[in-house]
């Protein structure tokens, strides 16, 4: 019972942080304020209080409804909310209760944030890529000892797409993309950077041509997603997986 309770204080914490994530994903784009400008309902306007922002309970409650106009709230709301809960509490069932998981925390969080962003709009924010960066760069002061193996994964993957992104004017990669891989790579290592990338472009190919199969979306795909969910899956399961790969040899 202790455990579960504990672990349902780690979901909970992510469904907060998460609710912060939702105003991240709707305001930076459109480069408002994130921090001091007052939550109001996309529709009507009318300023919401912090019973109307509950994660999850407020948005069942109201039945994803605002209280006031009673216009539907889009459902990526407590999706945001759940998901990054339930990230949290994948990470601290992996690794434990230490400075890591609070860092892989925070990483989940901002891939989450760039997941959403660059699906919608085939756009990177380069603040987070730079919140990114900052959580590489305290990761290897804490494990100084790898501090180059850090350095050398913010330039494995990332020089190889900054030549592709020159060679051909953008059209085959991002920069967006180019300095998510850099700052991803700070935090991972270079081994990590490396299947994280080969995840994420395995991911993008296999789940897009489901896309167009299905949903008939075009040839042009948003890569942050996918190479999101290489980091995300490396960042928790990298070394387990490189570990199995080298003993098949």
């Known amino acids: 019972m202790m455990e579960a309770a504990f672990y349902l204080f780690i979901f909970a914490i992510g469904t907060v942080i998460g609710s912060f994530l939702n105003v991240c994903i709707f305001r930076m784009p459109r480069r408002e304020d994130i921090v001091k400008m007052r939550s109001r309902c996309v529709s009507c306007g009318r300023q919401l209080r912090w019973y109307d922002m509950v994660p999850l309970f407020s948005y069942l409650f109201l039945r994803g409804k605002c209280r006031y106009c009673k216009t539907e709230v889009s459902l990526r709301y407590p999706l945001v ?41 085939y756009e990177i924010p380069f603040g987070v890529n730079l919140f990114i960066l900052a959580l590489g760069v305290l990761r290897g002061a804490l494990d100084y000892v790898h501090f180059f193996g850090y350095v050398a994964g913010f330039l494995a993957v990332s020089t190889v797409l900054a030549i592709v992104y020159y060679a051909t004017g953008g059209r085959a990669v991002g920069g967006g993309d180019v300095k998510m891989m850099a700052a991803c790579g700070l935090f991972l290592g270079w ?42 899956i490396a960042a928790l399961w990298g070394n387990q997986i490189l570990s199995w790969y080298l003993g098949q040899f």
């Open 81 to 121: 909310e759940a998901a990054n809960g339930v990230l949290y509490v994948m990470v601290v069932l992996i690794h434990g209760v230490n400075i890591d998981s609070l860092l892989c925390c925070l990483l989940a969080s901002a891939l989450l944030v760039l997941s959403v962003i660059d699906f919608w709009t």
């Open 191 to 232: 081994k990590l950077i490396v299947m994280a990338f080969f995840l994420g472009c395995i991911l993008g190919a296999a789940i897009h041509v489901i896309r167009m199969k299905v949903s008939g979306v075009g040839h042009v795909l948003a890569m942050g997603p996918y190479l999101s969910g290489g980091v995300l």
